[in-house]
Every structure is written in structure tokens, then in C-alpha cells.
């Protein structure tokens, strides 16, 4: 016993650091010495990060032992990107994604139906980043008006456009009810909130609208709306449309995400952007996206394209402001495809960002005030259908909208970088913590991520902010984002020096409690 308290003095008097590095934890993985940005807390410091079963153990200066260690030096360590906007729910576009630094791709403004089997599906096939959906309320609609069983196909969805009634008709009583038992159902199953594609369905009720806000303020989750109207001239404004959303959030108290401000609010916002503000500053939760692109993508046929007067009310476009498969259309072609394939995706340019006019209107958008950054990516294609999705790498013929590859990376290189417009800890916010704040609330497991913290999930990009650059153009989108080092998912890496490792899923389920 003498002995062993003589080992004890020594250690406490001449070898303390010694016995405490004896004594130190070993983590599973250790990144050292990066530039660690934490916007909840404010933190932009050199710090080294101990990470253990998925979770971030300690946030410290001290040097750390693990199994692995990553040398961050001269590398910025974020918390993981979280996209709300990801339509791509496959694992092709998962792992375009995680090249550009995102951990947490959530389908919300379109969502899914039925939510379990969408879950179901993910869980059994896995995914390389986290995934989740709220309900898809215009699925919702295409079944009960259609008298069809849901299906959380977007190809399915695409398909419904021949199908105009949906798209038209007010519902009925009974059809009313039925679409609310739909998203009930949905929600009961751990769905997000509520997706409200009303964009694409115009002739919806404004009752309909009313009640499905209604129903996620009862169940205390957000709605996350594409906005009736894609319109310059009144009536039927994209200024009215979003007046609606914030309507709608007055009158029962829900939470309102207004979904790509950018398209839809054309060159109205400079009207739209002080409403939003001043109806937040009034105490209504009303919270909004944007992506970096002066284009936006959908189905041709969609019912923003038709009608009296649609090419005014969208800015004055011909056909040559459309564009599928990399090439712009003649005004030919253009009517061949809205008339016999109507379901064909497209780019849609509405804002030219050669003129600084347009490029002012967008960076209203995605400089937003308390805005997040969310890409509206989709699936990948070839000659109009979906690839199969273990399908790596990308064909070099794929297409999509750029946003699908690049969004986060061109946030960075653009609005950090270049032009200087945002601070890196602000534009951290805007990528990761930002869109983890405006779901906690709602989803309890959002508390975990957009965050550097001792308890929060481990999930964690490290990049070169000199480098970071997206490479995704619209003639040659099939090019993954570059400066992304390493891309960490509940602790698992990913992206490991640059390259993505297709041997590994370690994407979760982001999901409310299954009633």
C-alpha cells in the first residue's frame, strides 16, 4: 500500500500530464486541428473533435487519442449539411450529395405517400446520408381524385399530370376528408409535417389549404408550401401566393416554410421580402429557403405553364428559356412536349445572373435574413428515365438541374468566398445549423445535428474553403463538387480524401414517433 501511494504523489506532483494521458479515453475517430465552426454557440477556433459511437464525445484544445485521426489543419470543420429540399431520395443521389457536403437530405416541400413504405423501403435498400419526408399531401389529392392507391413513386407523381381534375377541381366534403385521413395517416407514421404542393394544383380550395394548415398546427409540425401562384401580374401573383402561406400561419397558428424563394417569388421580391420580415417581426413562424441558381426544374406540363397569359406571368419567357437535357428548346419543341409528354423534367430559366438586375433579385433570396440554403435537387437521368440507383459513378450523360451536384459548394465559393457576402460562421448557419433550428421543435432528433457540440451527432464535413467549388453546369450537370475532404455520417467516414466510399451506409432515418 506504501508503494502504490508513492505511484500516486508522483503522478500528482511531477508526472500529472503522463498519468493523464495514460488515463485519457480512446476515441473512435479523431479530427485534429481544424478551424471548428459552430454557429449555436458561436464557436470559430482551432479545436480538436474526439467522436465515439456516432456521437461527438468532447470539442477540445487538448491533443486526443483514437483509433483513427484525421489532420484537419487548414481545413474548416462544420457540422454536416442538411438540405430540407431533396427530392433525390435514391442512393445515387444521396452519394452526389455527400460530395457536396451533405449529411441529412430531407424530402419535405413534395414529401412522400404512404410515409411507411417510404421508410420501410430506405431502411431495407440503406442510404449513405440520413434521410427523412413529410407527408406528400398532392399524392393525397392524385388518390382520392384519381380513386387510386398512393404511391411514393415520383415518376407516379409525374405521371398524374395527363390527369388535370386534381389539379382543377375544388374537393368535395368527401373528397376532403379523405385527403385529411391520407395526411393523418401520414403523420401517424412518423412523417415530418406536411409537403403542400399547391403550386401544382391551383384550383385547390382555399378551405383546403386552410385546413391542412390547420391540422399541422394541432399536431405541431410545420407545413412546407410551394406557393399557389408563379405569377408578375394580378390576380393570381406570386405575391399573392406567398400572402397566403403567411395568411394561413396567422389564422391557425402553424408553422409556414416557404420553399424556394428564389423561383418563385421571380422579380416580386423586393415586395415579398419585407412582407416575410414584417410578419415574422409581428411574432408568426414563418421561416423560408433558397438555392443559388437563377433556374428552377419541374415537369413541363405543370400547370404553372398553362393557361391565359402563363408566359407574362412568369417573367416574359419564350420557349428558348427552357431547357431539357442540356439543350434550350425552339418553340416547337417546346409545344411537342408539354402536349404528347407533359411529364418530361425541365430547367426553366427565370432569371438571367449575366444581368445585375437578376442577380440582385436572387441574392434577395439567398441572402434572406434567417433564410437556409436548400437545394430542390432531384433524381438522375438518362434519355428520360430515372438510373438505377447503385449506379456509381454518375454517367457523364446523366442529367439533372446543377442544384442536384452543387448547391452547398456554390454557396460557399460564391457568397464566402469570392464575393465576400457572408461570413463563414453566418454562412454556417444558413447550411447546417439554420435548417436543424427551424425542425427541432417539431422533430426531436433535429436537436442532435447542425451542430459541434459534445452529444450531437457525428456528423461532419471537412473542407477547403480556398478550394471548394461546385463543377455541376446545366450542359454538363454530372459533375460532383470538389474540396470536400472528408465527409463524416454518425461517425462513419463517407468522403474519405475526396473519394466517397460505396462500401458503407450510414445514412438513419430522421422520423417522428410512429403512433
Not at 11 to 35: H, K, P, T
Not at 126 to 140: D, F, H, L, M, T
Not at 237 to 261: K, P, R, Y
Amino acid at each position: 500500500m506504501k508503494l502504490v501511494g508513492q505511484l500516486i504523489a508522483v503522478c500528482v506532483i511531477g508526472f500529472g500530464a503522463l498519468c493523464g494521458a495514460a488515463q485519457a479515453e480512446n476515441y473512435d475517430l479523431v479530427i485534429s486541428g481544424g478551424r471548428v465552426v459552430d454557429p449555436e454557440t458561436g464557436l470559430d477556433a482551432v479545436r480538436n473533435v474526439g467522436i465515439k459511437g456516432g456521437k461527438i464525445a468532447v470539442v477540445s484544445e487538448a491533443s486526443l487519442d483514437g483509433a483513427r485521426t484525421i489532420d484537419a489543419t487548414g481545413r474548416v470543420v462544420s457540422p454536416g449539411f442538411i438540405d430540407m429540399h431533396a427530392h433525390g431520395q435514391d442512393i445515387l443521389s444521396a452519394r452526389v450529395q455527400a460530395l457536396d457536403g451533405v449529411t441529412t437530405g430531407l424530402e419535405l416541400e413534395a414529401g412522400m405517400l404512404p410515409i411507411s413504405d417510404y421508410y420501410d423501403r430506405a431502411g431495407k435498400e440503406g442510404r449513405p446520408i440520413n434521410y427523412g419526408a413529410s407527408v406528400n399531401w398532392a399524392n393525397a389529392r392524385i388518390a382520392t381524385f384519381l380513386d387510386i392507391e398512393p404511391k411514393d413513386d415520383v415518376e407516379w407523381f409525374f405521371e398524374a399530370f395527363k390527369k388535370t381534375n386534381w389539379q382543377k377541381e375544388v374537393a368535395t366534403p368527401d373528397q376532403l376528408e379523405k385527403i385529411a385521413d391520407y395526411v393523418k395517416q401520414g403523420l401517424d407514421q412518423g412523417g415530418l409535417g406536411i409537403g403542400i404542393l399547391i403550386g401544382y394544383a391551383p384550383g385547390t380550395g382555399h378551405k383546403e389549404f386552410f385546413a391542412m394548415n390547420k391540422l399541422a398546427a394541432e399536431r405541431g409540425v410545420p407545413t412546407f408550401t410551394h406557393a399557389r401562384y408563379l405569377s408578375m401580374l394580378e390576380p393570381k401573383s406570386s405575391f399573392e401566393g406567398m400572402a397566403e402561406v403567411i395568411t394561413a400561419a396567422a389564422g391557425t397558428g402553424a408553422h409556414t416554410h416557404i420553399v424556394h424563394l428564389n423561383s418563385m417569388s421571380l422579380r416580386d421580391i423586393e415586395l415579398i421580402a419585407p412582407m416575410i420580415k414584417t410578419a415574422q417581426a409581428q411574432g408568426l413562424k414563418v421561416t423560408a429557403e433558397a438555392y443559388p441558381y437563377g433556374a428552377g426544374s419541374t415537369g413541363i406540363g405543370a400547370a404553372m405553364f398553362r393557361g391565359d397569359r402563363w408566359r407574362e406571368r412568369v417573367g416574359g419567357v419564350d420557349a428558348s428559356n427552357f431547357d431539357v437535357g442540356g439543350k434550350r428548346l425552339t418553340e416547337e419543341e417546346l409545344k411537342y412536349y408539354q402536349t404528347e409528354k407533359p411529364e418530361t423534367q425541365t430547367v426553366i430559366h427565370f432569371l438571367e445572373l449575366d444581368d445585375p438586375k437578376d442577380r440582385a433579385f436572387l441574392d434577395m433570396s439567398v441572402l434572406f435574413p434567417g433564410g437556409v440554403i436548400a437545394s430542390d435537387g432531384g433524381n438522375w437521368l438518362v434519355d428520360g428515365k430515372m438510373i438505377e440507383q447503385h449506379t456509381w459513378p454518375v454517367p457523364e450523360n446523366a442529367w439533372s438541374h446543377p442544384r442536384s451536384a452543387g448547391t452547398f459548394s456554390r454557396f460557399l465559393g460564391t457568397y464566402v468566398r469570392e464575393r465576400q457576402e457572408v461570413s463563414l460562421l453566418d454562412a454556417i448557419y444558413k447550411l447546417s445549423y439554420g435548417p436543424a433550428k427551424i425542425m427541432q421543435d417539431a422533430v426531436p432528433q433535429m436537436k442532435g445535428k447542425g451542430r459541434i457540440q459534445k452529444g450531437a451527432d457525428a456528423d461532419i464535413v471537412i473542407f477547403d474553403l480556398v478550394t471548394v467549388t461546385d463543377k455541376a453546369t446545366y450542359a454538363k450537370p454530372a459533375q460532383a463538387s470538389e474540396g470536400f475532404d472528408y465527409v463524416i455520417v454518425n461517425g462513419v467516414v463517407l468522403v474519405d480524401g475526396g473519394e466517397l466510399d460505396t462500401s458503407v451506409m450510414p445514412g438513419k432515418a430522421v422520423r417522428n414517433e410512429v403512433r
